[in-house]
């Protein structure tokens, strides 16, 4: 058969879902290739990680047998069968992206249930072990886990592991939840190679229990500032005093904050003016690491 791939999103960020399938027809023998509009195809995969309000679809006409649409930016019930799903993804069709690089989950689902999260309606409101290193990473230099809620898997610990001792660098892309550090996982998550980490501070209701956590890890591994990173979320629920003050909160405990803004179109200009000033190293440090001195210019 002739499939073709069409990337909906195409936000320079590999898409595992047509990894995986281009793997697998690729083995059956089938010629996989990026949609193209001249051609005629047997099956067209459209994959769709976000929803209209960041990925605008262009209505095109696809001359295929059959068209098939994924992803969490469709709905929430697609799923990819067994087979593909654990599959080792095609890595060629993103040379320039995934050279020397691994993409991969090794757990799904998460049990916080957050209003501004899908995860958990779409892979369950428990974190279990869904992959070993080894299903996606074969001795690449980098490995970014795409992971919602590792730490809160029963198995993370054996997780942690197979991240340590694979001697890569590991890019914790979603966050880390801190409510979930203890002396033990502490202690091995500061085995595993990073170039920064990142926990989040989205609920303020939470600060108590994420404050332990964060102050626990930043003891044992001794991590230095700017290796760090702790998602802030603003422009949901919080004012912009209640984001100030998870901002100054980060930065008493020896981290450096980073500002996600739940919806950049609807947000007012002072959160994103807050967002510039603390996720560019440049500007940051240019203000001695204060708000207050940035705003004021």
């Known amino acids: 058969m002739k499939i073709g791939l069409i990337d909906t999103d195409s936000h320079n960020f590999p898409n595992l879902c047509l990894m995986k399938l281009s793997a697998y027809h690729k083995a059956k023998g089938d010629t996989v290739e990026w949609w193209n509009g001249f051609e005629k195809y047997d099956i067209v995969y459209k994959s769709k990680v976000f929803t209209e309000e960041y990925t605008k679809e262009e209505n095109t006409v696809i001359h295929a047998d059959k068209i098939i649409e994924g992803g969490t930016g469709y709905d929430l ?20 992206l995934t050279k020397n690089t691994a993409y991969g989950f090794l757990t799904r689902g998460c049990p916080r249930d957050c209003p501004f999260c899908v995860v958990s309606q779409k892979e369950g409101k428990q974190s279990i072990k869904f992959a070993d290193l080894l299903e996606f990473w074969k001795g690449q230099k980098i490995i970014k886990l795409l992971d919602p809620n590792l730490l809160a898997c029963k198995d993370h610990m054996n997780l942690l ?38 926990f989040a501070f989205d609920d303020i209701k939470q600060e108590k229990n ?4 964060l102050q626990l890890y930043k003891e044992i591994s001794n991590i230095p500032e700017y290796k760090t990173g702790i998602y802030i979320l603003t422009n949901f629920n919080t004012t912009h005093e209640q984001d100030l003050y998870r901002v100054k909160v980060v930065q008493e ?18 959160t994103k003016d807050l967002q510039r000033w603390s996720n560019n190293r440049m500007v940051y440090y240019a203000s001695g690491q204060k708000w207050e001195n940035y705003y004021l210019k």
Do not use: W
């Open 77 to 96: 019930e697609n799923k990819l069968p067994y087979e593909i799903e654990h599959i080792y993804p095609d890595y060629s069709l993103y040379p320039k």
């Open 253 to 270: 405990l020896g981290y450096r904050p980073y500002i996600m803004i739940y919806n950049k179109k609807s947000a007012p200009k002072i």
């Open 210 to 213: 994420i404050v332990r956590g």
């Open 161 to 198: 592991q197979q991240l340590a001792d694979s001697k890569a660098y590991v890019d914790f892309t979603q966050g880390l939840d801190a409510r979930c550090i203890n002396k033990q996982n502490a202690e091995l998550l500061a085995k595993v190679k990073v170039k920064m980490i990142h």
